[in-house]
């Protein structure tokens, strides 16, 4: 059934430790609430976004890529505190209407962390007229320039930049207006209906939403501490002024918007208006630079004459169960076209060889290949031992080939660089990964934020049995003094922890993930500075694989490098 309304502007736990909902808790929602669409824009990221548009296709739910951009008050290269003590930004809701513009969206938040950054990842104008192709713009929550600027009684200003962000995009802008009970924005929607009329601009409303239902307000108030380093007590902490940041229905949107002209019909002609399709299932492999003066230069006939050679190499005689085995592996791997990513894997672990830096002999299913031993990526003779290729590649089974190569830890950044000089800085990245609150974190978590002492939450915490992976709903099955303690003193904690349990609670670096686009990373994923300075990919290593980007594992295993130092002595 299509839905009269369709909420634009919600944040899921990818907004860190803001989003008090999973992206299956909000598509979950979304899909109770009987709409066919909604939009996701996480605050200055876009983290969530192969999850989430994966979840929605699933349930019958159109999803909406979009993010909560911050927009500097100047340029983006401008980093000096204000006068006033803020930030220097405002907020501004970007959607995607096509894949041009989720290619600027990636383009936009990717520098916003490498460029703007200044306590939030920020953009400015000058990129805005660079990349507003494709995308759909929404002035924002009270904190966006124009409501600011109005409450601030300065109306020109708050003209002039409605009259830059129409013109930037064009027949795509909309005047946002929200309604959580909050004196200002009852304000604003008063302001809003104002400047739409004298500038002929649509109006547009939404809710804004972090949590999934009204009850969640006080868990996610809790992970607002959490975020904050604050305790829940502390007055000067920072707050929501309601508990209505959820996904409300139709009706309650109606009811608070009916006045507003258009502003509930808008956001179905937004959502009507969009359409976009991730490429999943196809593989965007980089070129392998094929030496000029090789015999072909067709990756597929270059790896069967390094095949050939290695293979001599290795056994001295050329038998017919050689011939037939490595033209069997040989045979799938074309047909499955992955002959670049062996010449590329072969390439950097020769390259570590050569400048000896320690290899280790290969890892897992990869040793089972022929085609991976001839051509010194593994050292394991699978002829000897009898070992299956299918283990490691099954053209019933099609996935990425998946080789973990262990390097010497404190020389694996040198093999990094190398991939980089290869194909190029912009093209090479390492990859993101998200720690989640899982039993125990959480329990510790949300005790400290309501004040109990370090004594009392250890103990609780240590009720909860250490079985992997264990949820708080099994531990509560299975431990009756945590039951006791969950109904009893610590029941607010206990509470508290099972919605906020299993959340995003930081991001960090894989250890071993590196990532080579075909070209500039940025076409295909967006970019994320950690606060220490590192670069990595804003998607986590199952979205990079579902877009079919080559992910390789470089791990750093001090073993090899005690042993390399212990045969240098």
């Not at 979304?30 to 605050?43: K, N, P, R």
């Not at 139709?250 to 359409?275: G, H």
Request: glycine fraction near 8%; charge should be negative.
């Amino acid at each position: 059934m299509t839905s009269e309304f369709v909420h634009l502007h919600n944040h899921s736990d990818y907004s860190l430790l803001d989003g008090a909902q999973t992206v299956q808790t909000l598509v979950n929602t979304i899909d109770d609430l009987g709409m066919d669409s909604v939009a996701l824009t996480e605050h200055g990221n876009m983290f969530s976004v192969i999850p989430y548009y994966k979840s929605a296709k699933k349930a019958g739910v159109k999803p909406i890529i979009g993010c909560e951009t911050y927009v500097a008050m100047g340029s983006r290269f401008d980093k000096k505190p204000r006068s006033d003590g803020g930030w220097g930004n405002n907020h501004l809701v970007l959607l995607a209407q096509n894949y041009k513009g989720y290619q600027n969206l990636m383009k936009l938040v990717t520098h916003g962390y490498l460029e703007g950054f200044y306590y939030r990842p920020r953009i400015d104008m000058e990129l805005l007229k660079k990349h507003s192709e494709g995308i759909i713009c929404l002035s924002g929550c009270l904190k966006g320039e124009i409501p600011e600027k109005m409450l601030r009684d300065d109306w020109t200003g708050a003209q002039e930049a409605a009259l830059r962000f129409a013109e930037i995009f064009n027949g795509r802008f909309y005047l946002e207006v929200q309604n959580h009970g909050i004196p200002d924005e009852i304000q604003n929607i008063r302001n809003m209906k104002k400047l739409a009329a004298e500038l002929n601009l649509p109006l547009v409303c939404t809710n804004d939403a972090h949590y999934a239902k009204h009850e969640h307000w006080e868990a996610h108030d809790v992970h607002i501490c959490l975020g904050t380093g604050k305790e829940r007590d502390d007055p000067n902490r920072l707050r929501y002024a309601t508990p209505e940041f959820y996904f409300k229905t139709q009706d309650q949107m109606y009811e608070m918007f009916k006045n507003v002209p258009n502003a509930i019909e808008n956001t179905r002609k937004i959502a009507d208006s969009i359409d976009i399709e991730l490429p999943m299932g196809d593989y965007h492999l980089p070129k392998f630079p094929i030496p000029q003066d090789a015999p072909s230069i067709n990756p597929d006939d270059y790896l069967k004459i390094l095949c050939k050679q290695g293979v001599q190499d290795l056994y001295g005689d050329y038998t017919p169960e050689l011939d037939s085995r490595l033209e069997h592996e040989l045979k799938v791997i074309q047909k499955m076209g992955f002959a670049g990513y062996f010449l590329i894997t072969a390439d950097f672990v020769k390259y570590a060889k050569d400048n000896a830096i320690p290899v280790g002999p290969g890892r897992g299913s990869a040793a089972g290949s022929l085609v991976s031993y001839s051509l010194g990526i593994t050292t394991i003779d699978p002829m000897r031992h009898q070992l299956l290729f299918e283990r490691f590649l099954n053209p019933d089974r099609i996935s990425m080939p998946d080789i973990d190569i262990d390097f010497c830890i404190e020389r694996r950044g040198e093999v990094i660089d190398y991939i980089k000089d290869q194909y190029g800085e912009n093209s090479v990245t390492q990859i993101i990964t998200f720690g989640k609150m899982k039993a125990r974190q959480v329990v510790r978590d949300v005790g400290r934020v309501l004040g109990y002492s370090f004594g009392e939450i250890d103990r609780l915490a240590k009720m909860i049995p250490t079985t992997l992976n264990i949820t708080l709903d099994e531990a509560l099955a299975q431990s009756p003094e945590l039951k006791e303690a969950a109904e009893g003193q610590f029941k607010e904690v206990i509470d508290y922890s099972k919605v906020l349990e299993g959340m995003n609670r930081h991001a960090s670096i894989h250890a071993a993930g590196v990532v080579i686009a075909p070209g500039d990373l940025t076409d295909y994923v967006p970019l994320y500075r950690s606060p220490q300075g590192d670069i990595t990919s804003q998607y986590d290593m199952k979205g990079l694989e579902e877009l079919g980007l080559l992910k390789l594992d470089f791990l750093g295993l001090r073993n090899l490098t005690v042993i390399d130092n212990a045969m240098k002595l």
